[in-house]
């Protein structure tokens, strides 16, 4: 071995074997794969991506600006297959169900009466919510929708709800969690502690919520004070208002109103509260609110 010295740089006169071209060497499991007509690692995870692999979500969105967000920003992931609503009962089943929240309801409720198809039968339910109300959450989560992401919601939090729900699991997008989890630090509301809440909201007084509720004044009373300890309110009226701030119920935006509908016919209350309520829009006819 003989060593050159040049400018300064010090080399060794290794036998390095030459070619008599310049054409660049390929890595050798590139060779072998053409060899043998295999395709290289990438390709085959693309195919195995291609042919059968990839989550089947059908888009059950009744807003058409909102549908085609939708739509587009899941058309764009090369692992998730749009089905076709026309085409849903035909081919593979269907994976993920992403839906708006009274569309969700509707879903889930026709799933527990067995009324889906069976290419729908065992999809996992994802609903887009315009807001994170925490009796709208309860509602959902007790439906049996298995994810909640919020219309502002990035796509990103769509596209991890709809991977996370193929996979068998839930998923709540960040701010929904964060309001479960203030839910979580307080002691929540009885079923008979919300019916309570509700008639108080709209203004009722002890009287008439036990007789609504069939049951004694006194109880009625000791409802409102473990609601009001609840609530950390000093007031009926604090408790109104904390339960509606904070989306505990869904009740029309002037309970006042609806006491004295109540007060203007001979109807039994008791049916009356069973009914939709009727918030008009503008010029428009009035729109029920379940």
């Not at 074997?17 to 295999?38: D, G, M, V, W």
């Not at 979500?57 to 297959?81: H, K, M, N, W």
């Not at 269907?94 to 309801?105: G, K, M, N, P, Y």
């Not at 108080?200 to 009287?207: A, E, R, S, Y």
Request: net charge positive; hydrophobic share 40%; with cysteine.
């Amino acid at each position: 071995m003989f060593v050159y010295i040049c400018r300064g740089v010090i080399t060794h006169n290794l036998q390095v074997p030459t070619t008599h071209n310049s054409t660049p060497q390929r890595c050798p499991a590139k060779i072998q794969a053409q060899q043998e007509h295999l395709p290289t690692p990438k390709e085959s995870e693309m195919s195995e991506r291609e042919t059968g692999q990839r989550v089947a979500v059908l888009v059950c969105v009744a807003e058409p600006l909102l549908a085609v967000g939708v739509r587009t920003s899941l058309a764009a992931e090369p692992d998730i297959q749009l089905i076709d609503s026309e085409h849903a009962c035909d081919g593979r089943n269907v994976d993920v169900l992403v839906a708006d929240t009274d569309t969700a309801a509707a879903l889930a409720l026709d799933r527990q009466r067995q009324r889906l198809g069976p290419r729908l039968e065992f999809a996992a339910i994802l609903a887009i919510s315009p807001q994170a109300r925490e009796h709208a959450v309860r509602c959902a989560l007790e439906q049996g929708i298995r994810g909640l992401v919020l219309t502002r919601s990035p796509v990103h939090d769509l596209l991890a709800g709809v991977r996370a729900l193929a996979s068998g699991g839930r998923y709540l997008c960040p701010q929904i969690r964060w309001q479960m989890a203030q839910v979580s630090q307080r002691e929540v509301l009885t079923s008979r502690e919300d019916e309570v809440l509700r008639l108080l909201t709209m203004g009722l007084c002890n009287k008439s919520i036990a007789r609504d509720l069939e049951i004694a004044v006194g109880t009625v009373k000791a409802h409102v004070k473990s609601i009001m300890g609840k609530l950390d309110a000093s007031c009926r009226t604090e408790a109104a208002r904390i339960a509606t701030e904070r989306g505990l119920m869904d009740l029309p935006a002037t309970p006042s109103r609806r006491v004295k509908t109540l007060g203007a016919t001979n109807r039994p209350r008791r049916a009356l509260l069973s009914q939709p309520f009727l918030i008009p829009q503008g010029d428009e006819p009035a729109r029920a609110v379940v």
